[in-house]
């Protein structure tokens, strides 16, 4: 069962633009959720999280929305620049920080 | 700096010949974690410790066991590996229920 769905699975934005990526969940227990940023051979980086105590976060150009009644969250990268370009993966962490991740979205930003 | 360091970067096998991959921390965190991530998918929990308690997932094949001497060492033994086996694997550590840093991964080649 898939406990955090993540859509799309690919996008393409011009740079300057804003690519959204959302994530829903269903896990109540959830009290934590990052987001990922994993370039090719690489490992995945903590890019920015929040807590389901605050709607936002903004950390420069990142910001996550967070609604939790929906059960939803997104990351807007806002002024999109092609060294943006990675998969991006949101995940949920309960007990442990144990991560559930979403299927990842492959962000592509042309010049 | 401190960080999360993975070796080999690449490893080739051969088909039921038995593999370790090594991960070692200099964070002093309490928790490893391993992961393993096939092509275009999220990272999949395998096993981790939190302290000295090992936590084995559910779904982790029998094939895969780990070995934790000391807080800053944790060891993948791949016993028998198939082709099904070949991925990327990823270490990462926390400081309890914090954030999870990983590694840049172990790159598994099954022939």
């Known amino acids: 069962q898939q406990q955090v769905k993540q859509s799309p699975q690919s996008l393409i934005v011009q740079k300057g633009g804003i690519s959204i990526i959302n994530c829903a969940y269903e896990n109540t227990a959830f009290d934590y959720f990052p987001w990922y940023q994993q370039f090719p051979g690489k490992g995945p980086a903590l890019l920015i999280a929040?807590?389901?105590?605050?709607s936002e976060k903004k950390e420069g150009r990142f910001t996550i929305s967070f609604n939790k009644s929906a059960k939803q969250f997104s990351l807007h990268i806002m002024d999109s620049q092609p060294g943006d370009s990675a998969t991006y993966f949101c995940?949920?962490?309960?007990?442990?920080?144990?991560?559930?991740f979403g299927r990842g979205t492959q962000l592509t930003v042309w010049p | 700096d401190a960080m999360v360091i993975q070796n080999p970067r690449y490893q080739v096998t051969q088909f039921g010949k038995p593999v370790t991959l090594s991960c070692s921390q200099t964070l002093n965190h309490n928790v490893m974690y391993w992961y393993q991530q096939k092509s275009s998918q999220a990272p999949k929990l395998l096993f981790h410790?939190?302290?000295?308690?090992?936590?084995n997932e559910a779904d982790t094949p029998d094939n895969f066991q780990s070995r934790r001497p000391n807080t800053s060492f944790c060891f993948l033994d791949i016993r028998s590996p198939g082709l099904g086996d070949a991925a990327m694997y990823l270490c990462?550590?926390?400081?309890?229920?914090?954030?999870?840093?990983f590694g840049p991964g172990t790159r598994l080649l099954v022939l």
């Open positions: 995940a949920g962490s309960s007990t442990l920080g144990r991560l559930y």
């Open positions: 990462a550590t926390s400081r309890g229920r914090e954030t999870q840093y």
């Open positions: 410790y939190y302290d000295k308690d090992f936590n």
């Open positions: 929040i807590r389901p105590d605050v």
